[in-house]
C-alpha cells in the first residue's frame, strides 16, 4: 500500500517507522524537503521503504494519506491539497485539544468531499503505537469512519502497527471515539497515570 503521512512528529515518524517494517511505501509528506532532520528519520527506516516529499506530491502518489499534523494547521494546508486527496483513503489523527471538537474531519469533509474519511491513531499517546503492548497485553485501537472496502485497509493497517483494531462504527461516532481520547488524557496527565496508557475492550 503507497500510504502518504502528513507530518513527521512523534505520530508520523512513529507510524511510518511502523508501515515501513510491514513492506508498505511511505512518503512522508513534509513542507521543507531540505531540511537536514529528514534524512535523519529515513535513516532509521528500512532501506528504500520510505520517502520525503513535498506534501501535495506525497498525496498525490498515496492511496492512503494520514494527517499527522497540528490540528491548527489542516485548514491551511488542506486547500492545496483537496485535489490530490479527492476520492482516497484520509485518516485523520489530529487532536484540537482544548477545542470542543477535536477532529479536523469537517475540514476535510468540506474540502475532500469525495474523500473517505476515517478517525484513528488519536486516542493514544504514540509511545503505544511504536510498543503496542502493555504487559504482555496487545493494546486496542478505537477507529471510526466510512465501512466497507476503505474500512478493511484502515483495518489492516491499524493491525501492521500491531494494535488490535475495534471499529466502532461510521463517522457519526466521532464524538464517541474523542471521548475515548478526552479520557487518556484526563487519566494520563491529570490522574498521573503516564504516556504509557491504553484501553483494552473485553468481551463474554
Ligand atoms: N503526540 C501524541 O502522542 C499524539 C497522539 C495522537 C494524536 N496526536 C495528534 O497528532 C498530530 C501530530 O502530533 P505529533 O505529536 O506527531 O506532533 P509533532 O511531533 O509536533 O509533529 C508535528 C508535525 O507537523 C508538522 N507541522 C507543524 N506545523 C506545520 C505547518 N504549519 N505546515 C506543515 N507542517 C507542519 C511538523 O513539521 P516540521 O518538522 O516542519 O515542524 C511536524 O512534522 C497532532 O494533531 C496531535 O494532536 C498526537
Redesign the pocket.
Known amino acids: 500500500m503507497k500510504i502518504a503521512i502528513?507530518?513527521?512528529?512523534?505520530?508520523?515518524a512513529t507510524l511510518g517507522r511502523k508501515w515501513a517494517g510491514k513492506d508498505h511505501e511511505v512518503i512522508f509528506g513534509?513542507?521543507?524537503v531540505s531540511?537536514g532532520?529528514h534524512q535523519a528519520l529515513l535513516n532509521t527506516i528500512k532501506n528504500g521503504q520510505a520517502t520525503i516529499a513535498p506534501?501535495v506530491e506525497a498525496a498525490e502518489a498515496a492511496e492512503v494519506i494520514v494527517m499527522?499534523?497540528?490540528?491548527s494547521?489542516v485548514p491551511?494546508?488542506v486547500v492545496g491539497l483537496s485535489p490530490a486527496l479527492s476520492g482516497k483513503i484520509i485518516v485523520d489523527?489530529?487532536?484540537h485539544?482544548s477545542a470542543s471538537d477535536m477532529s479536523s474531519l469537517k475540514t476535510l469533509g468540506v474540502a475532500v468531499p469525495n474523500g473517505k474519511l476515517f478517525r484513528a491513531?488519536?486516542t493514544?499517546?504514540?509511545?503505544n503505537f511504536e510498543t503496542p503492548e502493555l504487559g504482555g497485553t496487545q493494546i486496542d485501537l478505537f477507529y471510526c469512519g466510512e465501512p466497507g472496502a476503505a474500512q478493511e485497509i484502515v483495518e489492516q493497517l491499524i493491525a501492521d502497527v500491531g494494535l488490535r483494531p475495534i471499529y466502532i462504527g461510521d463517522l457519526d461516532k466521532v464524538s464517541v471515539l474523542d471521548a475515548l481520547t478526552r479520557l487518556w488524557f484526563t487519566l494520563s496527565s491529570q490522574q498521573g497515570y503516564g504516556?504509557r496508557l491504553a484501553f483494552k475492550m473485553l468481551t463474554a
Open positions: 502528513l507530518g513527521t512528529g512523534n505520530v508520523g513534509v513542507r521543507d531540511a532532520k506534501m499527522a499534523l497540528p490540528g494547521v491551511e494546508i489523527a489530529t487532536n485539544v491513531f488519536n493514544l499517546g504514540w509511545e504516556r
